[in-house]
């Protein structure tokens, strides 16, 4: 009897001894996955200041071309009234830095996506990395779109309504700094809203969104849209709340066609 005792402890002893040999191999192996993620992002990091920094200094020889014609066009294509004017030491030097930093964001949008999307993808199935090998064209186009929406369509509208508003006896002299803060506010703003398609797919792909319930709020969707056109139109004229409501709306719609397609796909892999 004593002998199957010390058998049985020897045995659990024995078990034990495995169980904190793995726990003490796994520690580091987890320590090391985690300073493998930590170097993954610092290499992502450097590559994508490194791109923004070269496209930067690359803008940065156009830049009188960038302020003078890019920059203060539309205010001046939307009215001569409208006059900026520099109120510190320093405005045009940070005008100008800004301005640069802003167009090589712009430009290298589509590296610093990609960046993210190679940090990301080594995490997905095979599956899901050839469903969205097109992300980051898709990414792009929609920022892009939206980027292009609020230059040739929300900032004349906004800056023409600014021009007209309010009596002849004040003056509309603009601070440069206002005036670039509205600008690159109202760029970055687009850009973002135009994602609305993209991030459908995201939810749509991991189960969250299902074009079913985008259908049945449709209705609120667009009223809540509208409301937004509203709120962001400076005019009250409902042809201007239109003109920029319509493509959020057909966003909404283009976002429930997308869902549709991945939901479709995901139970197909079921």
Same mark, same amino acid.
């Given at each position: 009897m004593?002998? @199957?005792? &010390?058998?049985?402890?020897?045995?659990?002893? #024995?078990? @034990?001894?495995? #169980?904190d040999a793995e726990? &003490?191999?796994? &520690?580091?192996?987890? @320590?090391?996955?985690?300073?493998g #993620?930590?170097?993954?992002?610092?290499?992502?990091?450097?590559?994508?200041?490194?791109?923004?920094?070269?496209?930067t200094a690359l803008c940065a020889t156009y830049a009188d071309f960038l302020v003078n014609e890019i920059i203060i066009g539309p205010l001046k294509r939307s009215s001569p009234s409208l006059v900026l004017q520099n109120l510190v030491p320093y405005g045009q030097v940070s005008l100008y830095f800004q301005v640069v930093f802003f167009a090589g964001f712009i430009i290298s949008f589509p590296f610093i996506a990609w960046q993210i999307w190679q940090f990301i993808a080594p995490g997905l199935h095979e599956h899901e990395r050839k469903a969205s090998r097109f992300s980051i064209l898709f990414?792009?186009?929609?920022?892009?779109?939206?980027?292009?929406?609020?230059?040739?369509?929300?900032?004349?509208?906004?800056?023409?309504?600014?021009?007209?508003?309010?009596?002849s006896l004040i003056k509309n002299n603009i601070s440069v700094q206002d005036y670039i803060s509205f600008f690159i506010g109202a760029l970055l703003t687009a850009g973002l809203v135009f994602e609305l398609p993209f991030i459908s797919y995201i939810l749509s792909k991991i189960g969250l969104l299902t074009p079913a319930f985008m259908r049945f709020y449709r209705k609120h969707a667009i009223v809540v849209l509208m409301i937004v056109a509203a709120v962001v139109t400076p005019?009250?004229?409902?042809?201007t709340q239109l003109i920029i409501?319509?493509?959020?709306?057909?966003?909404? &719609?283009?976002?429930?066609?997308?869902?549709?397609?991945?939901?479709?796909?995901n139970a197909a892999l079921k």
């Open positions: 004593s002998q @199957e005792t &010390e058998s049985t402890t020897a045995i659990q002893l #024995h078990e @034990e001894n495995d #169980h726990t &003490e191999q796994s &520690e580091p192996e987890n @320590e090391l996955n985690f300073i #993620h930590l170097e993954e992002i610092r290499s992502r990091l450097i590559q994508s200041g490194l791109v923004l920094l070269i496209v990414i792009s186009l929609c920022f892009f779109s939206g980027i292009a929406f609020g230059y040739f369509v929300f900032l004349p509208i906004s800056l023409q309504f600014f021009a007209g508003f309010g009596t005019s009250t004229d409902v042809v409501g319509l493509p959020m709306i057909l966003l909404y &719609e283009l976002s429930i066609l997308i869902s549709a397609r991945v939901n479709r796909n």
